[in-house]
């Protein structure tokens, strides 16, 4: 293998398995946000870093700065030069629209609960429709290593997980539409809209809302700048076997996600840095976690810390940390920096629905509607709620994105299931 040359998916095992081989220059925003989508696609992938012109000519590009890069090589020889990602999923057979003018059940958000949702619901006879705005996974398609999924005692990679479950929701006969996104929905009794980004309306009987929750942001100066050059937001699955032995990550964050992040990159690096604002692990990581953080003599964990700069005109070079309880600051070399301080759920869509949703935004369901005479919209059903059911009928919320839920893969998928039973009893009483 060439420098610079490296296997990015470990499902790669020989050339002929490669689908795509994708090159261009490391810090390139670009480049990494195809890697990620790749990664997350469970496509397998080649990535060929491109460090001179003299290698930037041997493939057939003019020079380093060439810019036709990141250039993508599918394995029948189509080249996409710097594709977007819509590009790229068209190009997998990904990228489509609805088939029918009207669906029993439409989902919203393609994670463990929206996918489980479309297996059950399309399995059990109902035309479903999962519409995801990136690609399938959600959170847990970031996640290098799922260890307490039940059934898989070794562990299980989320882009496996998701992609197992993608295909078992098509073998139903859901519709997947990627790279879609949800952005208003008017709900009536017996009928819910959706309308997506691109003017789609996708009109259903009952709705099922699993759209999780986003990665929350550090609001620090040069954030927006430096993102994807250095700085990146989850845990960073793609990037991980693509880091130099010699490198230092630092990886912010106290909780499983970033602890899962933490104990991949040791496995690639010479240095990890967890950086957390508690004084303790003990509060938000699992057990096991904790023991190989702290067992694991190439992870380093900094207590009471935050990041307050980053330095770096085309990238990342310079984090500034703070100490919050002496304010002492320093400032230390670094070129990659991992973000995994979860989330907050997205639903303002849901204000102008009139959902009621909790003061964090979560959507409120069932038991957890406070007080149905004090809703946003009058709850027009002499019923109250179903488990699942939010403040308007017909429209379920499951996993992440509902008040009060586990914030597990495990609870996300359940939910997605038991949705799917109250959509049945509120269609069969409608
Ligand atoms: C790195 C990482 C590691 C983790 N590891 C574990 C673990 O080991 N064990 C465990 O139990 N849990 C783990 N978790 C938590 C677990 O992944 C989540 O609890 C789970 O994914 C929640 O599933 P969900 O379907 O509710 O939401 P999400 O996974 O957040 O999925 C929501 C989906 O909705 C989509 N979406 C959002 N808005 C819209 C819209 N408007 N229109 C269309 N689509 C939309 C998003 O793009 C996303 O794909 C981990 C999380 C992370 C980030």
Redesign the pocket.
Known sequence: MSPGRQVANPRVSTNHDIHVKVYGTARASRAYAIRDFLTRGDVPFEWIEIRSDAQAREVGLENIADRRMPLCVFSDGTQLESPTIRQIAEKLGWYHGATRAEYDLAI?????????AAVYGASEGLKTVL???????????????????LGFPA?VR?ADLAEAAREQALKFGAEILML????RGDFQPGKGT?Y??DGTRIVAHATIC??????RRLNIPDEDRLLGAGLYY??G?SEASLCPENEHVFVIGG????G??VMNFAKYVAKVTMIIRRGCLQATL?QYLIDRILANPRVEVLYHTEVTDLHGESCLREITLTNRETGEQRTLPGKKLFV?I??DP?TD?AIEAGIARDAEGYILTGPDIPDLLQLPKPWPLERHPYFLESSIPGLFA?????HG?????????G??AMAVAFVHRYLAAS
């Open positions: 919203y958000g393609a994670g463990p609960a929206g996918l489980s519409i995801e705005r990136y690609i399938v996974g959600g959170q847990a398609g970031t996640s290098s290593k799922i260890e307490n999924y562990g989320g879609h996104e949800g952005v959706g997506l980004a699993a759209t999780g929750v986003s990665y989850g845990a699955a909780g499983n996600s970033a899962q992040a699992s995994c979860g989330g997205h869509w499951a996993g992440d994105v509902r839920s586990i914030k597990r893969c495990a609870s996300a998928v939910e997605g």
